[in-house]
């Protein structure tokens, strides 16, 4: 599922001109070089860094851009002014750029040699103005982009650009990505419901629905040597509840579960899917809800969306591949329960059933209970906490006029008690800034009871990805107030409406 993301590369691009003679380029193409290259080697950044030829004409410039449109591993664009690049030069190829774009705002030498400095000193260091050139063109054609400064060895600005090729990473995953719905939308609900034409213009994937008939039969194809094997897979993964084992009483709903995540996992691959959402109102010609499958197919990388919640499948796809290799799992998630006693309050966070194991704390359990809703056979679930520290939870609505991302950071937090009768997985959290003040700048921006919940990305990756997708972006943090998130609500609706 994130096999191709290793071949991903980022083009580090200096701009000059040919006004400060041979000698003065070559330096400016060695300094460049030996940045491209050290930024590659940093473990943080997750992609190549590929160094191309100084810039110093606008036909060059030009031809760059065409160049990065085109190449399909090229998922985005680093440039620096070494020295100064008159940034007409730049309009050609800035207006045809389709990729994402960060502009590293750095020098070479990173002090100031005081006793030795000269002229030609400042004139080899001089992105401190030719910077602002680019800047000035970026803005004047309100161009997407990031801009990271700093001295280009310090960690703070390898977060920020490792930070933004992570986003870069997660859009070029998007374009033409397809994503399957089974059995439509839960009937009446309005949030997970949007348009898919709008959708696939703006965010470059597809989405589609297929009959539950069309999934039967794949997995109706699982043959009882693939079930076995499965099923061994979980007992060595997984504590498994008593009476799943062989001669357990439930072992024949098990294999039942099993053949469903074959056969859901054999449909998604021969579509080429990255996600899907399912509905447990449509399950016709299935006997359980595909819980421990939906669960098993998010940690292998798929996006996830129950009840038809096509626009969180994509992002929990977005936000899996944003945090691919770093420590923390990315869950679909739902805000379920509140606890509201005073001054300890929290939500208490999880689904039916789908919830991914990647945010497991510990061991998962395979259990199979009753469910209340849907009328099928009791279906088998992995159940385990989730541990504290950081996290966040993001939506993306759709607000008729436009798509909206939303992003709110918790404190996740550990149970104080055993939970012996919830048989799902759950996550604890307190939002950010607290449950009151979280809760209703949330219910203002219309954000849903779905969400993408991830302890491995960040608001920075959400922010860049925002900017590349060019939707509008809302963060609920420790600053939020409720009366300046109201002001925040109504200028961006006014923008929105404007910017049509
Ligand atoms: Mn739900």
Redo the contacts with the bound molecule.
Sequence with gaps: MFRNLQEKEVWFITGSQHLYGEETLREVAEHSRIIAQALGENDKIPVKIIFKPILTNPDAIYDICLEANNAKNCIGLIAWMHTFSPAKMWIGGLTILNKPLAHLHTQYNCEIPWSQIDMDFMNTNQSAHGDREFGFICSRMKKARKVIVGFWQEEDVIDRLAAWCRAALAWNDWQGAKFARFGDN?REVAV?EGDKVEAQMKFGYSVNGYALGDLVKYVNSISASQIKELITEYEETYLVQKGLSRDGAQRASLEEAAKLELGMKSFLEAGHFKGFTTNFENLYGLSQLPGLASQRLMAAGYGFG??G?WKTAALVRAMKVMSYGLKGGTSFM?DYTYHLEEGKMKVLGS??LEVCPTIAEKKPSLEIHPLSIGGKDDPARLVFDVAAGRGLNATILDLGNRFRLLVNEVDVVSTEYELPNLPVARALWVPQPDLKIGAHAWILAGGA??TGFSQAVTKEHLEDFSEMAGVEYMLIDKDTRICDFKKELRWNDLYYHLLK
Excluded: R, V
Aim: glycine content about 0%; charged content about 30%.
């Design positions: 839960m997970t129950a009840e919640d739902e689904h039916m009871h779905h």
